[in-house]
């Protein structure tokens, strides 16, 4: 808090300066220290050092830089004085792997290749990082703003330090470093080292560093931080931090995980998006990546990482893929990651949100980071795994009409244009039903969707609302057949309706739920499963109860 007055204090001065002087000229400057400082006291005060929008390549925005230039500017020449008089070298090793540092120049470079060190941790909020196209391309860069004096929230600092874990993990050594190497750096690396070495004590840590570096010190706040820490277990190895349907994913567990990508899917989004997300999966995990080819499947990826002993893995791609490699951990304590890199990827609608639709990737790279699991409700449809639906009619018809167009060319437009062909073929199936233990029904139907889970936009099966994919039982929505165009319309009308306005009982269609569901006809019927097309004469759909752990965002388990 005493750094917080000074700053306070020095805007108020300059503003009493600002409206003392005669000179209207000299008045703008004296103003522009105030305003520089009274939004520097706002940061501190709140400890928000997001306040200078420092990117996580170290890039500090034109604009902040120019609202920001007095305060900067003297914080530089502080930097500089304060360097000049250090009596300590600026670099320095304290760990096997691991050093301590001031802040970084370009100069600096030269030296940290000299010692082997190739993964840079930034813990300043207030300076540029390395930006150099050298920088970038020969070092790791991985910044975590704190303001000087301050600490950062528990979430932050876990992520840095699992941040040092991969760097470590891929044999790399690791700088941490802040303005001086005294305070914010120390704070972080004495939390790592604690990590690191569990039958170490905070005074064992401390001592180690400072017999190094004896200009490394934690004021009151960062030791009284690190201490409740320390008391609450937060550094020791793996511990249990929830019971029941969700978990959270331990930091000290296995840090390997497995990427398994369809590197077509969705028209090549892997190729746009991979640079991205490995970097932000990299900050916490080691990561071995692995894309399926027109030879070698998801299955089969999915079956050499559960042989490597994985216990994440993260499928890429459309429904399809996911299942693919969903089909592998089921019933297992392994847990499925989602990358949304398909054309409709309808459960990432389901787990993620209408924030799947509008930033996919951020969304789920920061469910896969943050680590919330839960358990979800799977089938066996013919003893093919399913997550989402299986259809005929109108839903095959769609699936089968958009692979025929190439979705990837008109992405969901395509099974828009698929739907409405199926609605004007009015191909009408005759079926026998039966559902659990009940006697069989003869039915002519125009579309018969078995929903485990399914997003509002998958219309065919929202007869009871939207599925939930935790309540052990699935629901069953089909169409019965119309003879004209408009009346097959207003059937799909009243589906749509019906999950957002009590309705009377429906005419167009009809809705049941059961634990396993039986079809079959007299002749071979198409039908498909989470966007993949089979023929079968007998389908047998059976329910599998919370038996595959998903990574999701934070708000699900709390809906």
């Not at 530089?76 to 300590?88: E, G, I, L, P």
């Not at 790279?365 to 013919?382: F, Q, S, V």
């Not at 589906?495 to 059961?514: C, D, K, M, N, Y």
Request: charged fraction near 20%.
């Amino acid at each position: 808090m005493i750094v917080t007055k000074y700053y306070v204090a020095g805007s108020l001065l300059f503003y009493v300066l600002a409206l003392l002087c005669p000179s209207f000229w000299l008045s703008i400057p004296l103003a522009w220290v105030a305003l520089s400082l009274s939004v520097v006291s706002i940061a501190y005060w709140c400890n928000f050092p997001h306040l200078f929008r420092k990117s996580p390549n170290g890039v500090i925005p034109n604009g902040i830089q120019l609202v920001l230039a007095p305060f900067l500017i003297g914080v530089h020449y502080y930097n500089y004085w304060a360097r000049r008089r250090d009596s300590v070298a600026p670099i320095q090793r304290i760990d096997p792997q691991l050093y301590l540092s001031r802040r970084l120049f370009s100069k600096d470079l030269d030296e940290l290749k000299a010692q082997g060190i190739s993964s840079i941790l930034d813990i300043t909020a207030e300076f540029r990082g390395l930006e150099s196209g050298k920088a970038r391309k020969e070092f790791h860069y991985f910044n975590l703003p704190v303001l000087d004096h301050k600490v950062p929230s528990k979430r932050k600092l876990l992520k840095a330090l699992d941040w040092i874990d991969v760097q470590l993990a891929d044999s790399r050594k690791v700088v941490v470093h802040c303005a001086l190497g005294r305070g914010r750096s120390v704070f972080v690396l004495a939390a790592y080292l604690l990590r690191r070495y569990p039958q170490l004590s905070i005074e064992d840590v401390m001592e180690k560093i400072h017999s190094i570096r004896s200009t490394a010190n934690l004021n009151k706040e960062q030791m009284a931080m690190l201490t409740t820490l320390d008391k609450a277990k937060i550094f020791s190895a793996e511990k249990e931090c929830g019971s029941g349907p969700a978990t959270k994913q331990n930091a000290s567990s296995n840090k390997t995980v497995w990427i398994i990508v369809n590197p077509v899917s969705g028209g090549g989004k892997w190729g746009i998006y991979k640079e991205d997300i490995l970097k932000k999966v990299k900050e916490k995990y080691h990561v071995e990546v692995r894309e399926t080819t027109p030879d070698i499947s998801a299955t089969h990826w999915a079956k050499e990482a559960v042989k490597a002993n994985a216990s994440l893995i993260i499928a890429g791609g459309g429904d399809g893929t996911v299942t693919e490699v969903a089909s592998q951990i089921v019933h297992t304590d392994i847990v499925l990651g989602i990358l949304p890199l398909g054309t409709a990827n309808a459960l990432c609608h389901v787990l993620y949100g209408i924030e799947n639709k509008i930033i996919p990737v951020e969304t789920a790279c920061g469910a896969i980071l943050k680590g919330e699991i839960t358990k979800i409700d799977t089938a066996l449809c013919n003893d093919d795994l399913m997550l989402l639906v299986a259809g005929i009619g109108f839903e095959q018809q769609m699936i089968e009409y958009a692979e025929r167009e190439e979705k990837n060319n008109d992405g969901q437009f395509a099974y828009l244009k698929g739907l409405w062909g199926a609605i004007s073929n009015n191909d009408t199936l005759h079926i026998n039903m039966t559902l659990d233990k009940d006697e069989p029904q003869s039915l002519e139907v125009s579309s018969l969707v078995i929903a485990n889970a399914a997003p509002f936009t998958t219309l065919l099966a929202q007869g009871g609302g939207e599925p939930d994919l935790q309540d052990g039982i699935m629901d069953i929505t089909y169409l019965l057949s119309h003879e004209s165009v408009s009346g097959r319309l207003l059937s799909l009308s009243e589906l749509a309706l019906s999950g957002l306005l009590p309705t009377a009982e429906p005419v167009g269609f009809i809705h049941r739920q059961a634990k396993q569901v039986e079809v079959s006809s007299d002749q071979p019927f198409k039908y498909v499963i989470d966007g993949e097309l089979y023929q079968t004469d007998k389908l047998t759909v059976r329910v599998q109860p919370r038996s595959l752990n998903v990574m999701v965002p934070g708000w699900f388990n709390d809906q």
